[in-house]
């Protein structure tokens, strides 16, 4: 096996942060009101650029389908082994804009804050990943949109495993299947991924935070839409009349236990989020996000919400509530326990790499999450970015190249470990 650990290497000798660069100037967010698939098109701009990729690297059978999603298959040299997937998404999050990304490089980081020109400032305090970057190149977008780390990184880092392979044929690797997957950030990521047609034993998506973080344990995942009808009325005649369907949606967010937020959980403490409110004063919606980590505390968080919801309604009886939940995604923990190698694998890759394997629960989903409850198992590796979603997000060069010696380490591992060839 040849070991990869030297990220400096990786740097000199792909197009990692060019790639990157060129890939986040890229617009791809994705839209939860849009019912189509993927839900915005300009995420296909992104998957054509990396459909020409994938064929000057020496993929095979590459595909992009008619719901956005790009396949392709890189082929091995270990014939015995099993096939494995190397799966990150092309959208970026809604939170933010991420139309117009200027980047902006910061050589040799000397450890002090980062001033970028939108009026944002990151510091060590609130990014204390940066205290490990002294001497690194950190990547940031300008303060007025994210990034798009999240997961554009994951996807350059994929294609510059491919590019190491394909340099070397003397290093052993399975059958690749590669896919880039569009609007995993609302949650749909798995939706259509044809697990069958894929035809991976296991798969890993590269999608996670900072250096040595590998994720087999997710959230569980709802979505609630709570909708308020109030009545109409003149307001210059609303006396004893007019329900506010506003001011009752006020009253719901008032009684969320303020200590189950995000802002006010940590570690495998569950939370409700209330992420959009559309509507006025006859009819209002609002969108909360339900997470926990164990099923039935998830099914808990829902029933509770109900009942506040109802407790509202019963104070007005001519205020009509509805609340609608939808299933996102599970934790993807109880399915990977029964896979041993996949995590196995994942963690020694992480040590051969020359770090500490981080194993840490998602606060959060990945597509693996959905894969892995559609029967293919699919934990997650870092790809070496901070503040996701925002715009302090920033990235180290150096860590995304430790990420490709990851990939690299963990594409041997399968090839050549016996008990992969059973």
């Not at 650029?49 to 020496?58: K, M, N, Q, S």
């Not at 510091?123 to 001497?135: A, N, Q």
């Not at 007025?144 to 190491?164: M, P, R, Y």
């Amino acid at each position: 096996m040849k070991r990869f650990n030297d990220p400096a290497s990786i740097l000199k000798g792909t197009s990692l942060v060019d790639s990157f660069l060129e890939f986040i100037r890229i617009d791809t967010q994705s839209d939860d009101t849009s019912e189509a698939s993927p839900s915005t098109a300009k995420q296909l701009d992104l998957q054509k650029v990396l459909t020409d990729r994938l064929i000057a690297l020496g993929c095979a059978d590459v595909r992009l389908d008619g719901k956005g999603y790009l396949y392709a298959v890189f082929p091995g040299n270990a014939p015995e082994a099993p096939v494995i997937g190397l799966i990150a998404h092309v959208d970026t999050a809604t939170d933010f804009s991420g139309t117009g990304v200027r980047p902006l490089l910061f050589e040799d980081y000397d450890g002090g804050p980062l001033e970028l020109p939108g009026g944002v400032t990151i510091t060590p305090e609130d990014s204390p990943e940066l205290k490990d970057c002294v001497g690194d190149t950190i990547i940031t977008a300008s303060g007025d949109t994210l990034l798009g780390a999240d997961d554009k990184a994951g996807v350059a880092e994929i294609l510059a495993a491919l590019e190491v392979l394909g340099a070397d044929e003397s290093i052993e690797r399975p059958t690749l299947r590669i896919a880039f997957t569009p609007d995993e950030e609302i949650g749909r990521g798995a939706k259509g991924f044809n697990v069958e047609g894929f035809g991976a034993a296991c798969a890993y998506t590269v999608d996670g935070g900072f250096a040595g973080e590998v994720n087999f344990e997710t959230f569980s995942a709802d979505k609630a839409e709570v909708t308020f009808t109030g009545v109409a009325v003149h307001p210059g005649t609303a006396k004893g009349k007019m329900v506010n369907a506003l001011r009752h949606i006020g009253r719901l967010m008032d009684q969320l236990p303020p200590t189950e937020s995000p802002e006010q959980t940590e570690l495998r403490e569950g939370f409700f989020h209330p992420t959009t409110i559309r509507g006025n004063a006859a009819r209002v919606s609002a969108e909360i996000l339900l997470r926990d980590f164990s099923d039935e505390g998830l099914a808990e968080r829902g029933e509770r919400l109900r009942a506040l919801v109802d407790r509202i309604a019963e104070d007005e009886p001519r205020l009509t509530a509805e609340v609608k939940i939808t299933p996102q995604y599970r934790n993807m923990a109880g399915v990977l326990g029964d896979h041993p190698l996949v995590r196995d694998h994942l963690v020694q890759a992480v040590r051969e790499a020359g770090m500490d394997p981080d194993v840490v629960p998602i606060r959060g989903g990945t597509d693996g999450s959905g894969l892995t409850a559609m029967g293919l198992p699919t934990p997650n590796i870092f790809t070496g970015g901070a503040n996701y979603h925002g715009p302090r997000e920033w990235i180290a060069t150096r860590v995304m190249a430790q990420a490709v010696c990851v990939i690299l380490n963990l594409v041997q591992l399968w090839a050549r470990a016996p008990s992969s060839r059973k």
